[in-house]
């Protein structure tokens, strides 16, 4: 009998439960949903489907709005789950508002697919891309774009990331701060949103220095952060951290610049030595504009460069501007990098740069090529090397740079989920001169990827010529050296392969003295129409007897780096990875000696 009685009680609990619901929905007038979360768990989990249009969700806390965010919200099947983290709030205060769309049918369907929002105390990061990078930065999940106020701190030895970051969904939207930090450059560790949005608007890019002498007055070696605040206008704001980049508050008195434009961002600073002030330049519509400033906070315009010059065929955007020597450290130039979108070399993004004097109040630059128009040149011959800036700071009187390994003609479409977009692997930049006694930046892996080549996997030496392929094994993910000595070669194509037909080849044209990456058929390419195709770098240095190729190939991207000096970035989806590699001549021969790293963690 009291068996009975127990099971009884059991089932009776059980269908209570079952009653009581944990979320609850309610429409509210023509186009809102309510939704209200009846147990205190850590995070909301938003059901996303990618196709689904972007819906406001708004969150209101004690009849406070605390925070508004836009979502895809998922309405015919969930593609994956972003978490919200609740931990800040009370749920018995907190209500979700769901402006659902303007269409009266997603209206009255409302109740039915925002059912599939659900709570838990979990949210489960682990890998799921066979195209996740082993070796390049990226998000544990949700979108990625620019890498934004990137600093190295003497005092700890870290090297501080921000980004560009959507932590509600694997497209562009919400743009935050996210921050990562490295010790070496090569593995990263993430430490949350930095900076994230607030009613002046959302968090665009920008930069960070440290204010070693308290310039600004929120404390010596305050980290201070300058963005965009992109609302109803683009107007630049500070925020500072007192703890080393961790944490940030907004400066109270934010906006600190304004101007009467559309299109006014991405603000990049730095310490000038020989003027002793701050200078600052952004981007501004077609033009890059200079400010100058004691404290960081009051910024007085100088001057602007750009109108006539280079390429206009896009936006001018995420500006940087540093002091560089040739490696003998003899001579050194200002260089100023002006990302352009579109207007790229191969359609789309890419990073242009121009070499000339900066006083503290003027850039100026003579033409290029004899000619005052698209006198633009190119610091990467890839289509995916995009917002590229430098480190503040870094050791040694070093230029580092990163960029966002994508283009803006097709990033929010890539065949990945859980995250898209990646970093470029590093580099280190210098001066030199070309053949033509042009000034051009030299661009090398930073050192620090050394470290990355684990076991030797291949290590041969062979003859190539026309009549026959020298065909090997190969890893994907690892790191593949070429010297490539040529005899009477006119051209020699490197070929990576698959069981599945497709290819990614590299023809080295020695006689024209150019390097083309071509991925046409190198794997998945059906979800851009702007994607398949070929990027060829002009070589402006002499072509060298012997050459280094450095191939760095990870889960889904090729970096090949030339004797040290030019750079070619592309993304690459082949459907299984890359496990033949394959060189050959178009005629005469040229003697190779090829070595293959697997990848050490
Ligand atoms: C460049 C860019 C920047 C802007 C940011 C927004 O990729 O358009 O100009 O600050 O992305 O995410």
Known sequence: MKKILTILCLIFSMALMAEEKVITYENAGELNTLVRIHQQKHYVLLPIEERAPELWVRVIHNNKQV???????????????????????????????????????????????????????????????????????????????DPNGMFYDPATRLWHLYFQYNPYGSMWQNMTWGHSVSKDLMHWDYKGLAIVPNDLGTIFSGSCVIDHNNTAGFGKDAV?????SAGEYQSQSLAYSLDGGM????????PIL?????????????????????????????????????????????????????????????????RLKTEDGKTSKWVLLCNINPGGPFGGS??????????????????????????????????????????????????????????????????????????????????????????????RAVR???QLRGAKTLSTSFSANATKAVSNKMQMPSVVELKIQNKNAEAVSITLSNANGEKCVMTYNLAEGTFTTNRINAGKSAFSGSFAGATTTP???????????????????VEVFGDDIWCQTNLVFPTVPYNHISVMTDEGTANVTLTEWGIRK
């Open 67 to 145: 925070d508004k965010i836009c979502v895809r919200l998922a309405q015919n099947t969930v593609d994956y789950y972003m978490p919200y983290d609740l931990t800040p709030y009370d749920v018995k205060q907190l209500v979700l508002d769901v402006r659902t769309t303007d269409n009266r049918i997603y209206r009255r369907q409302a109740y039915e697919w925002l059912n599939k929002i659900c709570l838990s105390d979990t949210y489960d990061v682990k890998n799921v891309e066979n195209y996740r990078p082993l070796f390049h930065h990226t998000p544990d999940y949700g979108w990625m774009n």
């Open 224 to 228: 201070i952060a300058l963005y965009t």
């Open 247 to 254: 944490t940030f508050t907004p400066y109270a008195r934010n």
């Open 258 to 322: 304004t101007a009467d434009l559309p299109d006014f961002r991405d603000p990049n600073m730095f310490w000038n030595e020989e003027t002793g002030e701050w200078n600052l330049v952004l981007a501004c519509d077609q033009e890059m504009r200079f400010y100058s400033s004691k404290n960081l906070i009051d910024w007085k315009y100088e001057s602007a460069f750009g109108k006539g010059r280079g390429n206009h065929e896009g936006v001018w955007e995420c500006p940087d501007l540093f």
């Open 350 to 443: 890419a990073t242009q740069y121009f070499v000339g004097e900066w006083d503290g109040h003027t850039f100026t630059c003579s033409p290029y090529k004899n000619s005052e128009n698209q006198d633009e040149k190119w610091l990467d011959y890839g289509k995916d090397h995009y917002a590229t800036v430098s480190f503040s700071g870094a050791p040694e009187g070093r230029t580092t740079v990163l960029a966002w390994m994508s283009n803006w003609l097709y990033a929010n479409d890539v065949p990945t989920q859980q995250f898209r977009s990646a970093n470029s692997l590093p580099r280190d930049l210098y001066l030199y001169k070309g053949i033509d006694k042009e000034f051009y930046v030299g661009v």
């Open 448 to 450: 620090e990827t050394d």
């Open 539 to 557: 070589l402006f240095n002499k072509v060298p007897a012997t050459t280094t190729l450095t191939l760095y190939i990870d889960n889904c991207s």
